[in-house]
């Protein structure tokens, strides 16, 4: 009997960490025809790209071949490209680009990218934008720019889709047909009363699968949130996470319809919100980058490490009141990093749950003190697990009962601390309206490293001297 031919699935390939990131044959591509100023070439292998995938390939270049692709790619520069860029070079990008291509590039863009544009550069360059678009759209530009920063009237476009609410779904329908200068992008419809106040959002999916007759106020979406035009950008993004929003109308304070917020900027915000919360906690500055220079990279992380070395300057003067009991027990020098260290991590855990779960918001008033409890009963379990652990080191390494009992119990009392603190601070700090974020650290790291030392030495005077 002949062999049959058995065909075999081609395996899946794996999920790769870099599955998105520019193939390195195309970069090579990329600057070797900027090398040989070869722009025909060049523009064929940038066209498929995402402005995304330009502008992080514009990051990671340095700057004199940044500067050479920017030329060689000349009209045809996509301000796509210049919204999508990193804020720390976008400056020196749009410095570089000829002032005609600016122009072109930014014509193209919605209200609210070429306001994010416009937020951080100097006035020259920000005047030289706002001459080349057309009047209706410096306008609308000018006054977003008029709201406070890192508000909805920042965040929102000026471009929307309205209609009357007595309209019904064909004379919606013609109108949007007949429409010359709709958003290239829109997921609904506002209903507006005579006074522009919104009354009501219809999406297109439900306009579409309806009948002509149907009244447009009957297919309203049930979820409908009106954001005030001031309110805070961080706000904005949790409400369109927490209720799901894909637009949501903006209005002033007479409560008329000035703008909507969509999906894509409220992430963009999110996201923006939770890279902010990162660098505050490590203390490396809110607005750092890859593409900083030296100077601007020491000047954001030198005063939080000068902050690290006066709760440094704290610790070690608690140490230095036991200078005799160390010099008697020297074992006490070797153990007493562990000590704080433990429990400096177990207060960095806490930190970093309890400063998420203030930014989302779920933790509050109403669960704050079950979730200190739960923590601090973490931290006597770790404790009594890792006192058992040293207590038996202490009595291995060193030959001491009575030292193993010290540091297992300096392990519980700090690590029980830690959890306190590291949950307790930011609580207090986010009350007394400081960014937990940005302060909890120092004072974690504070109460670890003195209470740490303080019951490690202070036991060992007790029980050893």
């Known amino acids: ?72 790619y000349g009209s045809e520069f996509d301000g796509d490209i210049l919204t999508e860029l990193d804020e720390s070079i976008r400056e020196e990008v749009i410095g570089i680009l000829n002032p005609r291509v600016l122009a072109d590039a930014v014509r193209d863009l919605d209200s609210d990218d070429v306001v994010d544009l416009l937020e951080d550069l100097e006035q020259p360059q920000k005047d030289a934008i706002l001459e080349v678009l057309d009047d209706p759209d410096r306008i609308a530009v000018e006054q977003s720019l008029t709201y406070p920063e890192y508000s909805a009237g920042r965040l929102m476009q000026r471009e929307v889709v309205m209609a009357p609410e007595h309209w019904n779904v064909g ?4 109108y949007l047909r007949n429409s010359d200068d709709l958003p290239d992008q829109f997921y609904h419809i506002i209903l507006v009363d005579p006074r ?88 490396v500055g809110e607005e750092s980058s890859l593409s900083d220079t030296v100077f601007e990279t020491t000047k954001q992380r030198f005063p939080w490490l000068a902050v690290n070395l006066v709760t440094a300057v704290l610790a070690s003067l608690v140490i230095a009141q036991f200078e005799s009991a160390i010099a008697q027990v020297t074992a006490l020098a070797v153990l007493m990093p562990i000590v704080a260290s433990m429990g400096g991590n177990a207060g960095t855990q806490a930190l970093t749950v309890a400063v998420r779960a203030l930014a989302t918001r779920d933790l509050t008033g109403s ?38 009992l010290v540091i297992a119990a300096a392990m519980v009392i700090n690590l029980v601390v830690a959890g306190l603190a590291g949950i307790g601070i930011p609580i207090v700090l986010e009350k007394i309206g400081v960014d937990p974020a940005l302060a909890s650290g120092a004072f974690v790291t504070t109460v670890t490293d003195v209470v740490g030392f303080f019951a490690f030495l202070g036991l060992a005077v007790i029980v050893l001297l």
């Open 171 to 174: 004379e919606a329908i013609d």
């Open 1 to 72: 009997m002949a062999e049959d031919q058995v065909d075999i699935a081609p395996e899946p390939e794996s999920e790769e960490e870099d599955a998105y990131s520019l193939d390195p044959k195309t970069i090579a591509a990329i600057v070797y025809a900027v090398d040989v100023s070869d722009q025909a070439k060049l523009v064929e292998l940038l066209e498929p790209l995402h402005p995304a995938d330009i502008a992080d390939m514009l990051e990671q270049m340095n700057a004199f071949d940044r500067m050479r692709l920017i030329k060689l």
């Open 367 to 404: 669960n704050a003190v079950r979730v200190i409890r739960r923590e601090i009963t973490v931290g006597l379990v770790n404790g009594a697990a890792f006192a058992v652990i040293m207590g038996i080191v202490g009595l291995v390494w060193f030959g001491s009962p009575e030292l193993g």
């Open 196 to 283: 522009l106040h919104p009354v009501g959002k219809v999406a297109l999916g439900k306009l579409m699968g309806s009948r002509r007759e149907v009244m447009l106020k009957s297919i309203t979406d049930e979820s409908f949130h009106v954001i005030p035009v001031t309110r805070y950008q961080g706000d904005v993004a949790y409400a369109f996470n927490q209720y799901h929003l894909i637009s949501a109308p903006v209005v002033d304070e007479t409560d008329r319809l000035v703008g909507v917020i969509t999906i894509d900027d409220a992430m963009a915000a999110l996201d923006e919100e939770n890279e902010e919360d990162i660098l505050r906690l490590a203390g």
